[in-house]
């Protein structure tokens, strides 16, 4: 009897380490792990994911794409959807899934360490990451006299094949849904028109960039972050550009936000709410900021890598990124036949 006892309470003493460890009790338990649908450049995501694994313990599966096909995919997915967290390079595909109702609520914690003018208002997500909207122009082609005074010039006749776009990009079409928040429909169906007329579309902004400091084009849009890596690597894309960030509020000084949000479906709620929390904190946004992305860190206590020209001097158009309409924008430049 004595032996079967024993052995019982060996039984019951196994059972409740198992409870103990399935509930996550106990200072040995296992963290469970978060699936990250990933829109954002993959090497400067997992350098982040990394840090914070390393610092938590959790371990994060990303899962990579582009904005709108991971976008589309939540939406399709649902509140069947693996993903605990969703990243991305610009804000209008975080705006598409906001309006399937699919995030839950930042911690208000996570949105204190981050500037209002990178969080959306409905506090849904939360940027964690900036891109600046610059004219890259070759210096042999134009003087700084000859730049457009905005973005909305190079609709104009005189700019007829003199500039260049990635149209088909998520950068380039976040420029298009700035412009059209900020100037309405009218107004940015006639840009497009003009744009249409006048660019020479590329594959992607490193085209672009290319294809501006070969002299096969004056000027092309891109995001500041290209010209800068560039630059840092060798200058074989740059040497004969500079930049123009366009002031006075312009829909051209439109700085973009790569965004973060966590899934209401996701299984993993508190450690999606505590990787969102690491990426715009302190030790997270010190990753970024020591990266060769060279992307601007967005969070309140770290500063942007000093190679970049300094977040307080731009000036950009206040626009709120919740509003971004990213399939608006896919259907005007279609009618523009820029797509």
């Given at each position: 009897?004595?032996?079967?006892?024993?052995?019982?309470?060996?039984?019951?003493?196994?059972?409740?380490?198992?409870?103990?460890?399935?509930?996550?009790?106990?200072?040995?338990?296992?963290?469970?792990?978060?699936?990250?649908?990933?829109?954002?450049?993959?090497?400067?995501?997992?350098?982040?994911?990394?840090?914070?694994?390393?610092?938590?313990?959790?371990?994060?599966?990303?899962?990579?794409?582009?904005?709108?096909?991971?976008?589309?995919?939540?939406?399709?997915?649902?509140?069947?959807?693996?993903?605990?967290?969703?990243?991305?390079?610009?804000?209008?595909?975080?705006?598409?899934?906001?309006?399937?109702?699919?995030?839950?609520?930042?911690?208000?914690?996570?949105?204190?360490?981050?500037?209002?003018?990178?969080?959306?208002?409905?506090?849904?997500?939360?940027?964690?990451?900036?891109?600046?909207?610059?004219?890259?122009?070759?210096?042999?082609?134009?003087?700084?006299?000859?730049?457009?005074?905005?973005?909305?010039?190079?609709?104009?006749?005189?700019?007829q094949g003199k500039i260049?776009?990635?149209?088909?990009?998520?950068?380039?079409?976040?420029?298009?849904?700035?412009?059209?928040e900020l100037k309405g429909?009218?107004?940015?169906?006639?840009?497009?028109?003009?744009?249409?007329?006048?660019?020479?579309?590329?594959?992607?902004?490193?085209?672009?960039?290319?294809?501006?400091?070969?002299?096969?084009?004056?000027?092309?849009?891109?995001?500041?972050?290209?010209?800068?890596?560039?630059?840092?690597?060798?200058?074989?894309?740059?040497?004969?550009?500079?930049?123009?960030?366009?002031?006075?509020?312009?829909?051209?000084?439109?700085?973009?936000?790569?965004?973060?949000?966590?899934l209401k479906s996701g299984?993993?709620?508190?450690?999606?709410?505590?990787?969102?929390?690491?990426?715009?904190?302190?030790?997270?946004?010190?990753?970024?900021?020591?990266?060769?992305?060279?992307?601007?860190?967005?969070?309140?206590?770290?500063?942007?890598?000093?190679?970049?020209?300094?977040?307080?001097?731009?000036?950009?158009?206040?626009?709120?990124?919740?509003?971004?309409?990213?399939?608006?924008?896919?259907?005007?430049?279609?009618?523009?036949?820029?797509?």
């Open positions: 009897m004595r032996r079967s006892r024993s052995v019982i309470a060996a039984i019951v003493a196994v059972a409740a380490a198992l409870v103990a460890t399935a509930c996550g009790a106990g200072s040995g338990s296992a963290p469970g792990e978060l699936t990250v649908y990933n829109a954002q450049h993959e090497d400067l995501v997992r350098a982040m994911v990394d840090g914070f694994t390393k610092e938590t313990g959790i371990k994060v599966n990303l899962r990579s794409g582009k904005d709108f096909e991971l976008a589309n995919q939540l939406v399709q997915e649902g509140g069947a959807s693996p993903a605990d967290v969703f990243l991305t390079e610009n804000s209008p595909a975080m705006s598409l899934v906001e309006s399937k109702d699919l995030f839950a609520k930042i911690d208000d914690a996570t949105l204190a360490q981050v500037p209002a003018q990178f969080v959306p208002s409905s506090h849904n997500w939360t940027g964690f990451a900036a891109r600046s909207t610059v004219l890259a122009y070759n210096t042999k082609a134009l003087t700084p006299a000859q730049l457009p005074a905005s973005i909305l010039d190079l609709a104009k006749p005189e700019w260049g776009v990635a149209a088909a990009g998520a950068d380039f079409q976040a420029i298009v849904s700035a412009v059209l429909e009218p107004a940015t169906q006639q840009w497009l028109a003009g744009l249409k007329s006048n660019a020479k579309v590329y594959q992607s902004n490193s085209a672009v960039l290319k294809a501006v400091d070969a002299g096969e084009i004056p000027a092309g849009v891109i995001y500041h972050y290209y010209w800068y890596k560039d630059r840092a690597e060798s200058g074989a894309n740059s040497s004969n550009t500079e930049l123009e960030f366009f002031g006075g509020k312009d829909p051209g000084g439109f700085v973009s936000v790569s965004g973060a949000g966590v299984k993993n709620q508190e450690q999606a709410q505590q990787l969102v929390r690491y990426l715009t904190g302190h030790n997270g946004q010190q990753i970024l900021a020591d990266s060769t992305a060279l992307e601007y860190a967005i969070g309140k206590d770290v500063n942007p890598n000093p190679r970049l020209k300094p977040l307080s001097e731009l000036d950009p158009p206040a626009v709120d990124m919740s509003k971004l309409n990213g399939p608006k924008v896919v259907e005007l430049m279609q009618q523009a036949g820029l797509l």
